[in-house]
């Protein structure tokens, strides 16, 4: 879209809430929706969403509904300076750039409120539309309003949503309150709408990927968001005269590309769009498979399995067993594989849940027990051992300790005594509470997910990795990892 003054219109904002469970993800997806549809007398935008904090689930709705890969804000992985490149790199080039955040506006890890969504929306110079779940509020909606604004003067809340609202009659006595009492402008009140409820699940929200009906889900929440939010004032109170800059390209990689083997499918999707994209930069090919449906590995150099849910597909799994097998061969054979969580999951012996025990790969001498709680949930810190097969690839240099996150509600069971592992736990639980990454063969199978940053490149290591043992079997000497 061409502004009257001749450029690309640009709007920026984050989106919040005053506490989690406000029901700001639903209305994320759903302006995401409808500002990148077209409909609604509103011209199509390009529509770039970003998500605050480790998450993959918010953000595959949040891709599906913008038509673009959302991508992740976290500033216990990255610092500042990092954050504001990573706004800039994949925002420079899009209309409207939405920001969800994460819990509500100034909850954070520490006294200062320093990784707040606050924090965020300060560090980018972003206007915050506050959405405000109404059940049971009245004339208590003005002073939290007022509060929000007061304790932190820095901090431009432009615009409420009114969410979950239990009629005509009580919108308009909140309206009615909020205009004569503060100087906040109401752009959206959503009624109560059972059509509009995700389908939920133990982690979070049910995966984009897991489901056939998601973009007419999304495009239904589109629907219902757009008669009901005024997009028209939220393009005006975000709109904004200050240019992202584009960031240089990354030089490609001048070596020979390596064919990386990704398991994408109902059962596992948990990847990182800047994963993703720092694979292909340091020089990976990467071809899908579906580990539900296909009966052998395709030819690759390397093999990658990622996150998901593979306990809510424990029939279609152990069904695979063709594929099973396959891998089990593969990774007996040297294939350099990395698995993270449900990946490392499936690699095991067996996964019991709900009374359910399925057999597994069985690469792994453990089996998984799914528990009622997580076991292991929120940051980790992780110190390389001496065995990660991957510090080679560091040039032999020690590594800094890695900044990641965990969420499983599973442990790992009966892994023999002599197990070797990639890391030392200091913050988190990993395998044991002590120790994380499995390593046999050439696997390297964690709990926890680490994300592409400058202080921890995995995905350019992991590519190098796979480099060096090809060259090392080519040469048929002693495999480059224990």
């Known amino acids: ?92 080039d899009a209309e409207v750039c939405l920001v969800e955040g994460n819990k509500g506006l100034y909850d954070g890890l520490d006294l200062q409120g320093s990784n707040s969504n606050a924090a965020l929306a300060r560090l980018l110079d972003l206007p915050v539309v506050l959405v405000l779940d109404a059940r049971g509020m009245t004339r208590g909606i003005a002073p939290l309003i007022l509060g929000y604004q007061a304790f932190d003067r820095n901090i431009r809340i432009a615009g409420v949503i009114l969410n979950r609202l239990g009629g005509r009659r009580h919108e308009a006595k909140l309206r009615a309150v909020i205009e004569h009492y503060t100087d906040v402008p109401v752009i959206g009140a959503v009624q109560e709408d059972a059509e509009l409820a995700l389908v939920e699940r133990h982690l979070g929200l049910m995966p984009a990927n897991e489901t056939a009906e998601a973009e007419r889900h999304i495009a239904a929440i589109g629907e219902r968001i757009a008669d009901q939010v005024d997009l028209g004032r939220l393009l005006a109170i975000s709109h904004t005269d200050t240019a992202l800059a584009a960031p240089a390209l990354p030089a490609p990689s001048r070596e020979k590309p390596v064919r990386i083997a990704i398991a994408r499918d109902a059962a596992f999707g948990f990847y990182y769009a800047d994963d993703l994209d720092a694979l292909a930069a340091a020089g990976a090919q990467t071809v899908y498979f579906d580990t539900l449906k296909d009966a052998k ?186």
């Not at 990395?338 to 057999?359: P, T």
């Not at 597994?360 to 292991?376: C, N, T």
């Not at 690839?393 to 965990?406: C, I, K, N, R, T």
């Open 297 to 482: 590995l395709p030819p690759c150099d390397g093999l990658l399995i990622g996150g998901g849910f593979p306990e809510c597909f424990l029939d279609g799994l152990e069904a695979n067993a063709a594929l099973r097998a396959d891998i089990r061969r593969a990774i007996a054979g040297g294939l350099p594989t990395y698995a993270e969580c449900g990946g490392l999951m499936y690699l095991a012996r067996s996964i019991e849940w709900q009374g359910r025990r399925a057999e597994m790969v069985g690469v792994i001498p453990g089996d998984i027990q799914m528990h009622a709680k997580p076991v292991g949930r929120g940051y980790v810190i992780l110190e390389a051992n001496a065995e990660h097969p991957w510090r080679q690839a560091a040039m032999g240099v020690a590594s800094a300790p890695l900044h990641a996150h965990e969420f499983h509600y599973s442990s790992l069971d009966g892994l023999p005594a002599d197990t070797r592992y990639a890391y030392t736990v200091r913050r988190g639980y990993g395998v044991d509470g002590k120790h994380d990454g499995v390593l046999l063969h050439r696997l390297l199978a964690s709990y926890t997910h680490l994300r592409a940053t400058t202080g921890c490149d995995w995905p350019a290591k992991f590519v190098q990795h796979v480099r060096a043992c090809l060259t090392t079997d080519t040469k048929e000497a002693i495999p480059c990892s224990p």
């Open 1 to 92: 879209m061409i502004s009257q003054y001749g450029q690309r219109a640009m709007h920026r904002f984050l989106i919040s809430a005053a506490h989690k469970s406000s029901g700001k993800t639903t209305i994320s997806i759903g302006l995401a929706a409808a500002l990148s549809s077209g409909k609604h007398g509103q011209p199509v935008r390009s529509v770039q969403p970003f998500k605050k904090g480790p998450d993959y689930i918010d953000p595959l709705w949040l891709s599906v509904a913008a038509g673009r890969p959302c991508y992740n804000l976290d500033f216990f992985i990255s610092p500042d300076a990092e954050l504001k490149e990573q706004f800039a790199r994949h925002g420079h």
